[in-house]
């Protein structure tokens, strides 16, 4: 009879740093950049059908909770990923532009949806042509409606993205310019 070899399943991989029996070593940037991956807590701003496709990602099927995220923050003070998904007019454009400034640093933008991102094909003279004219935007998710397997592959970009920034990020020149671009200050 053939031994079945069984793995022990990792959780969540450990970042680059120096390992020897008994020890492991890496920057504290890393360490901080892993625990902030796997626990990003989503703010959803949720308005039309792509707030429909966002609920079949939280369901059990696509789970994304698997992901660290199974915790939804309707506060944004208590949330660091910001999801707008939906048609966003522009009489509501200032309402994401204030839930936006009343999270804080670090936080991260997903746009999802073709709506989110650019207006999609309401090409109105009421509709947002995209958050980005009020927010600044990390990762835009194409589609109308976006799949569950996209909106996990956006979630998957901003975990790389939170896993790799530097502590100095939200102090630099570039970042500082981005902020006073949109006319926000830098907290
Ligand atoms: S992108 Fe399509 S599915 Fe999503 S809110 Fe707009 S019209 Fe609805």
Not at 121 to 129: A, N
Request: with cysteine; net charge neutral; glycine share 8%.
């Amino acid at each position: 009879m053939s031994e079945v070899k069984t793995q022990k399943p990792t959780i969540v991989a450990p970042p680059d740093g120096y390992s020897q029996p008994g020890f492991f070593a890496t920057s504290l940037e890393k360490a901080v950049g892993l625990a902030r991956k796997n626990s990003i807590w989503p703010q959803p701003f949720a308005t039309s059908c792509c707030g429909i496709e966002f609920m079949a990602v939280m369901a059990p099927h696509y789970d994304l909770g698997r992901f660290g995220s199974e915790r939804l923050s309707y506060s944004p003070r208590q949330s660091d990923l910001l999801m707008v998904m939906g048609t966003i007019s522009k009489k509501m454009g200032p309402i994401v532009r204030q839930v936006y400034e009343q999270m804080a640093e670090p936080k991260w933008v997903l746009a999802m949806g073709a709506c989110a991102s650019s207006g999609g094909i309401f090409d109105t003279y009421s509709v947002l042509q995209g958050i980005d004219k009020v927010i600044p935007v990390d990762v835009y998710v194409p589609g109308c409606p976006p799949r569950p397997e996209q909106i996990i592959d956006g979630l998957l970009l901003i975990q790389d993205m939170v896993s790799k920034e530097s502590f100095r990020k939200r102090q630099s020149p570039e970042y500082k310019e981005l902020m006073t671009k949109y006319g926000m200050e830098n907290q």
